[in-house]
């Protein structure tokens, strides 16, 4: 007797995925699992008297999408941040919208003076005047409220006066090691634009929304999500309060989809505070046992892996190049060939750690010279690809094709960040030129003005 499926889909495009069979006519769940896929009379032999009959009345179905690579802890706010993406992912195409935007957001939701004003997506390569917006641009209509513009890339953002002043830096704060301050001309006063560790430690400090407001927002967060298609999620660089959360949304039953968190390192006990002192790392999301915590759902929240950072974005010029670019610098600077987030020898140390101790490695590394660095230190920890580690090395944006053979050897895979083609072809043009550009994503496809 054929299994009783609990729901079973008909009538539309079933697409199936498979190479022999792409397309079928019908399809029986039971139990959260496909029982059956095929024509309509085999399928409907496992209809019951409490199946649930779906007429796709001509619609598609198909296989839900993965999250390779993403942020999911960014969507719970999402719904309350302004968005100032460029054209087509946002309303922006210059300096004027920015302000609009802001103006429009401040008028829906009223922050109080000293309150957050937060948008999402800024990116110089957006705007008409081609060049970067400042406090001076945001100050005259925000003077009560701080604001901070958080760059497309997530490694960075700008602020206006009152932010500054919220997060502490002024013209007698130093540059820290491998981040960016943009100062005022002839001057030491910050003008805006704060990039890598300069900006990563004043954003893991920024007034959070309170807990109930988080955990409604999971709602709304999981559809941005699930009404393109994608039923698990990826959180790919998690700090210890968001880990927290999300176990605790877990614990709920909140969460519908599936999420993968990466634990950033920078939040692994002992690991860096060496060269991070501001950064709290005397308790850390990873338990002692931390190898037997990765990997294994529970209510829909798993481990991924640890989460480490070799460089920033080729975009906002932070990207660590074995040669300069063809421009300067983000503050100006000549032969700009950008620097890693880590020092080499430290970035071999944490991820041989990582290894030994059994847990699964994900590290960002944007330029040839930052997979140079993460090829080293996998080398160095002994994996090879016959231990299916599957190490991943997230974008592998310009990989030269001489760093082929390594990831075969390694076992290393790539992440890539196949949307630079169309959000910043002609910014990857100007600062690679043809050939490099080229092999974005190892892709050889054509980007043009």
Not at 9 to 33: C, E, S, W, Y
Not at 50 to 62: N, S
Not at 127 to 146: H, I, M
Request: charged fraction near 20%; glycine fraction near 8%; charge should be negative.
């Amino acid at each position: 007797m054929a299994t009783a499926a609990d729901t079973i889909f008909h009538n539309g495009t079933i697409l199936t995925m498979v190479d022999d069979r792409p397309q079928v006519a019908a399809v029986a769940v039971a139990g959260g699992k496909i029982i059956a896929a095929g024509d309509e009379a085999e399928v409907m032999a496992h209809k019951a008297a409490t199946t649930k009959i779906v007429d796709l009345k001509g619609a598609t179905l198909m296989p839900s999408f993965i999250e390779a690579h993403g942020h999911f802890m960014n969507a719970p706010q999402l719904v309350k941040w302004a968005n100032v993406s460029g054209v087509p992912a946002g309303p922006v195409r210059n300096i004027p919208d920015i302000i609009a935007v802001l103006k429009a957001f401040q008028a829906k939701f009223n922050p109080k003076p000293g309150e957050w004003i937060i948008g999402y997506g800024y990116d110089m390569s957006n705007l008409a005047e081609n060049r970067q917006l400042t406090r001076d641009d945001l100050d005259p209509s925000f003077p009560d409220n701080p604001v901070m513009l958080i760059h497309s890339s997530n490694h960075g953002c700008v602020l206006n006066s009152a932010g500054f002043k919220a997060v502490g830096i002024d013209a007698n704060t130093k540059t820290p090691p491998s981040g960016v301050i943009l100062r005022k001309p002839g001057t030491q006063e910050p003008e805006g634009l704060l990039m890598e560790t300069a900006f990563m430690p004043i954003f893991a400090k920024m007034p959070q929304p309170s807990e109930a407001d988080m955990l409604a927002a999971l709602e709304p967060a999981q559809q941005i999500y699930a009404s393109v298609g994608v039923t698990t999620c990826q959180d790919g660089a998690t700090n210890a309060h968001d880990l927290a959360f999300m176990r605790k949304a877990a614990a709920e039953g909140r969460f519908y989809l599936d999420i993968v968190s990466l634990p950033l390192f920078l939040e692994v006990p002992k690991m860096v505070a060496e060269y991070f002192p501001g950064f709290n790392t005397s308790s850390g999301p990873v338990p002692k046992e931390a190898a037997s915590a990765f990997g294994t759902y529970k209510n829909r929240l798993k481990l991924g892996g640890i989460k480490f950072v070799a460089d920033g974005s080729p975009q906002g010029k932070t990207a660590f190049w074995t040669k300069p670019l063809l421009t300067p610098g983000p503050a100006g600077e000549a032969n700009w060939r950008g620097q890693p987030t880590l020092p080499p020898e430290l970035l071999t140390k944490i991820v041989g750690q990582a290894v030994a101790e059994g847990l699964p490695v994900f590290c960002h590394c944007n330029g040839d010279a930052a997979i140079d660095m993460m090829i080293d230190a996998v080398r160095a920890a002994g994996v090879k690809a016959d231990q299916d580690r599957r190490t991943v090395i997230i974008h592998s944006q310009c990989m030269r094709p001489d760093q082929f053979d390594a990831y075969v050897e390694l076992g290393l895979s790539p992440s890539f960040f196949t949307a630079h083609c169309f959000f910043w072809g002609d910014v990857h043009l100007e600062n690679l030129g043809d050939r490099k550009s080229t092999r974005l994503n190892s892709s050889h496809a054509n980007v043009s003005r």
